[in-house]
């Protein structure tokens, strides 16, 4: 029997930085409205799924033509839950399982793609749907590991005193380094129904990834990134190999 391809989108009600993040207008249509097309136009999915805690959010993503399960309980939809646990409710409720399914928890953000989505399916195919598929950046020389610091009092202090003291000044020097962003995350059920798990797997066998370009490398954590990613975003929407 042929497995069914889901796409898991989270979005609480209550969210921090900005009021109504997964709602609010951006760029002439509510944020939800972006991860929706995205993931119809990628034409991979058997099933785009919502899981929220909010009933307006639910509305607007049942019209927009996602399948919300419910609301989720209060306690999965708390700033400290961990998704972990709502991905293991959402599988749980609607019997999705490694023998039946595969899933892709995607972030509700306008920067993926239907391509990234593509992409990163292609990965996961290639490898016989055994391994975890991310996307993921290269980090700037000024932001290797080894020149972060911590605020003491008034001053900064090293984290890493033994690295940056062999450091070089040449920025030729440092290795090239890359993380995961976990924008998108295919896998079997089992890998992404516990933080746990999901963390070692990444440990023992490293996980495959698309490459995310810096213009699209972009969180809307706050008022200031919502303006910034917004006028980003007006000028990508109008290429083609944006939007397809």
Request: net charge positive; charged share 25%.
């Amino acid at each position: 029997m042929k497995k069914k391809i889901i796409a898991l989108v989270c979005c609480r009600g209550n969210s921090r930085g900005i009021p109504n993040k997964n709602i609010k207008i951006f760029h002439n249509k509510p944020l939800l409205y972006w991860t929706y097309r995205f993931l119809r136009q990628s034409m991979i999915f058997d099933h785009l799924i919502l899981s929220t805690d909010n009933k307006k959010i639910a509305k607007i993503g049942k019209r927009l033509g996602f399948f919300i399960p419910g609301l989720r309980p209060k306690y999965l939809a708390r700033a400290n839950s961990d998704q972990f646990e709502t991905h293991k409710y959402i599988f749980k409720s609607l019997k999705i399982t490694d023998k039946n399914h595969l899933v892709c928890v995607v972030n509700n953000n306008p920067f993926i793609t239907a391509l990234d989505i593509k992409k990163s399916f292609a990965i996961f195919k290639k490898q016989n749907f055994s391994k975890i598929v991310c996307d993921a950046v290269r980090i700037h020389s000024d932001y290797y590991f080894l020149k972060q610091c911590k605020i003491s009092g008034k001053k900064l202090n090293y984290l890493f005193n033994k690295d940056f003291k062999k450091s070089r000044i040449n920025r030729s020097n440092t290795p090239a380094s890359y993380v995961n962003i976990f924008n998108i995350r295919w896998g079997l059920p089992s890998f992404l129904k516990s933080y746990a798990v999901f963390k070692s797997k990444l440990i023992n066998e490293g996980n495959y990834f698309i490459m995310l370009p810096k213009k699209r490398n972009f969180d809307l954590d706050d008022e200031e990134d919502w303006y910034i990613g917004e006028n980003i975003f007006k000028k990508l929407i109008s290429d083609k190999n944006f939007i397809t």
